[in-house]
């Protein structure tokens, strides 16, 4: 339960840790995650299996005209994906999502931070080649070769939680369990592979807004508030943290548009640092309100 006394709790008991210093991930010359300001990341989905549906772009020319729209509309990093991350999507080989990916990424990254959402080196590779600048990685298990490519091209990555070796195969979730040392002993090892391999610009995403077996509706969403009120504690990694931001359609129904902006209150009191977003406009006058009014 998110009390006034819980927050007040987690603030004696951690308020500390917002002193730990955080390294910023430059991800371009114009974009860097970090303390300050919160950093918005849109989203465009070339594929249809993607629930959010405003989101769905439909050709080339949709995903580039959506991803410009969300730059107008506030955002400074847009992520482009070729493969819906429920576990009931259409899996795309890397030629088809290449095949996607690639016209958009070849005709956005001149003029926006293009962040690609895949799993697969060879994607990996040639959107980087191709001017992405940020890797969403989704999967793990060819994580080594797609950090070396990282590393060779220079550019950041968005380091998402799983269990598994993708995002797809969902697991159970420890529900009821405090899921900040789950995530810290998650993290610490794979941020250490990936210093050691020459990627210093990382920032962790703890994975909430993806599929579990065992949580669904409401049950989900109060796991997600949990985790987001609780950013500040993974400031031990030394590392920005993002979060995709949870729709919980079970709670707001046909205002589902409007629970991007009432988890980005919660969010950006734990100390997140990027949010990943379909509801760019409503996301950045919400931060703008925030700041404004000096909540913090």
Known sequence: ??????????????????????????????????????????????????????SVAVSTASAVRKARTQVAQGATIVDVGAEASGSDAERRGPDEQLDLLLPVVEQLA????????????????????????????????????????????????????????????AEDLPADADLVPVLLDHFGPRLERARSLGVDRVVIDPGMGFSFPNLSGVAKAKVQLRVLVQALRLRELGVPAGHALPHAF????????????????????????????????????VLGAMDALAVR
């Open 1 to 54: 339960m998110i009390t006034l006394e819980a927050l007040a709790q987690l603030y004696a008991d951690h308020g500390a840790e917002l002193e730990r210093p955080v390294a910023p991930v430059r991800v371009s010359d114009d974009v860097t995650v970090g303390d300050g300001h919160v950093t918005i990341m849109g989203t465009v989905n070339l594929s249809r299996d993607s629930t959010y549906r405003e």
């Open 110 to 169: 001149d003029e926006v931070a293009v962040s690609v959402e895949t799993y697969e080196p060879a994607v990996v590779k040639s959107v980087l080649a191709a001017g992405a600048r940020m890797i969403n990685l989704t999967g793990t298990e060819h994580e080594e070769e797609m950090l070396r490519l990282v590393a060779e091209h220079d550019a950041s990555v968005l380091m998402c939680f799983s269990q598994g070796d993708n995002v797809r195969d």
């Open 250 to 285: 079970d709670l707001f129904e046909d205002e589902f548009r409007k629970a991007e902006g009432f988890f980005a209150v919660f969010a950006a009191l734990g100390g997140a640092h990027l949010l990943r977003v379909h509801e760019v406009p409503h996301i950045r006058t």
